[in-house]
């Protein structure tokens, strides 16, 4: 896992690297390999870290239903067998029904976890956003702990960032790959979209990082 600091008060978050689901299914699979006891070991050995990320427990839409009911318990259980063992977990939530939301905000009530999260970055196309992450955001939004921090990775239009901090507020968490991916091509991120600049990649990744950070509401204690 990759360690990528993020502004959690108080906890260092690995953020998972191409090879972290590996290692969490490895969790599933248990000791022997062939679904026995599960071990957190793969998910904590190896790392020095206050936090873990948890986002290896989903199923595609398109998978049946049974898989879609268990993927969100699985990713709950996750999180409650790394915090049972000294290590705060931050779940990364999906869902697929009404029910699956309501059973993540009474798990994150009770759990207390330091954030949750939710992954944006396979929503690409507007009928996605419009029909199921967006209405899920804004139950979320309107259900979690108001003390609960929340990362949403992979936003990268600035209208759905704009959207999402009236939602969350300060307590919204934007983890994007966006202002280094335009970076290496001199680009950087407009109101209207990507611009191809031709910049140094060190300006244009502070270009990007400055205009996504105005999109979001001042922290608490933040200069802004």
Do not use: K
Request: overall charge neutral; charged content about 15%.
């Amino acid at each position: 896992m990759t360690q990528v600091p993020l502004p959690v008060p108080g906890f260092g978050v690995p953020l998972p690297g191409r090879g972290c689901d590996c290692a969490a299914c490895a969790f599933w699979m248990g000791l022997d390999g062939n679904g026995g006891p599960a071990t957190i070991e793969p998910l904590c050995s190896g790392t020095n870290s206050d936090c873990s990320y948890c986002g290896c427990a989903r199923a595609e839409a398109d998978a049946p239903a049974l898989a879609c009911a268990r993927c969100p318990v699985r990713l709950l259980l996750l999180a409650a067998e790394l915090a049972a063992a000294g290590v705060p977990a931050i779940p990364n939530l999906y869902w697929f029904r009404l029910e699956d939301l309501r059973r993540l905000v009474g798990w994150t009530a009770d759990a207390d976890p330091p954030a949750v999260a939710v992954n944006a970055q396979t929503v690409r196309e507007n009928s996605a956003w419009d029909s199921w992450l967006l209405p899920g955001l804004c139950l979320l939004a309107e259900n979690l702990p108001a003390r609960t921090p929340v990362i949403l990775t992979g936003l990268s239009r600035a209208d759905r960032i704009t959207t999402c901090a009236e939602l969350f507020g300060d307590r919204l968490i934007v983890v994007s790959r966006n202002p280094y991916q335009y970076a290496l091509h001199g680009a950087v991120m407009t109101a209207a979209g990507r611009r191809d600049v031709h910049a140094r990649a060190a300006d244009a990744f502070a270009a990007t990082v400055r205009y996504m950070a105005a999109l979001l509401p001042p922290r608490p204690g933040s200069l802004r």
